[in-house]
């Protein structure tokens, strides 16, 4: 195998691509999806599209201008079916959405940056229909090398014990970077 070869393998997943990640998850087509923190909308585009013109994706986020990024992205790339919501989700009830509402929830590098993790669980939890599912992407804690300092990353066995708590379960585990670990959690 050439040098050239395994330079391009070492780095052919070093970072999340949206769009492959998003093709690994069962979404159905006109299905709901909340996107918990989802920032300039890393996720929330790629879904709306993906999940077509009668789904809906509600984008949320504490921060203004993340949700005006999002709107100004969606109406650029012509998608319809976003809806942003500025919200708190560390609180009881804190996506605004109702009971049972969704089909998915996406949660990506966010429970790191907050305190009531457990909270942000249970309401992604609350606004799952039966057999909904949770996509939760954080850093990896073992390499540090890149992203947020290693003392405010969540282990996979700390975050174990956080889904249990919340009455969850982890479906499975799938790759989304050499810097991540994503789980599929289900209600």
């Known amino acids: 195998m050439s040098s050239e070869m395994n330079r391009e393998q070492s780095f052919s997943v070093k970072f999340i691509n949206p769009e492959a990640v998003v093709e690994k998850l069962d979404l159905l087509v006109g299905g709901v999806v909340a996107d918990f923190g989802c920032g300039s909308g890393f996720f929330s585009l790629p879904i709306a599209e993906k999940i077509g013109e009668h789904g809906v994706v509600y984008a949320l986020d504490i921060l203004p201008q993340n949700l005006e ?3 100004s992205r969606a109406k650029t790339a012509g998608i319809t079916n976003i809806v942003t919501k500025r919200v708190n989700l560390e609180k009881d009830g804190g996506s605004r959405l109702p009971d049972a509402s969704c089909d998915w929830v996406i949660m990506k590098d966010m429970l790191f940056q907050n305190k009531n993790k457990l909270s942000i669980l249970s309401e992604g939890r609350r606004v799952l229909k039966d057999g909904g599912k949770i996509l939760l992407i954080e850093w990896n804690f073992e390499d540090a090398s890149i ?3 290693r003392s405010l990353r969540i282990s996979k066995e700390a975050l174990t014990e956080l889904v249990q708590q919340a ?21």
């Open 147 to 149: 992203g947020p300092d």
């Open 167 to 187: 009455d969850l379960s982890i479906l499975n585990e799938i790759s989304v970077s050499n810097f991540h670990y994503g789980l599929i959690l289900v209600k």
């Open 69 to 71: 990024t999002i709107a």
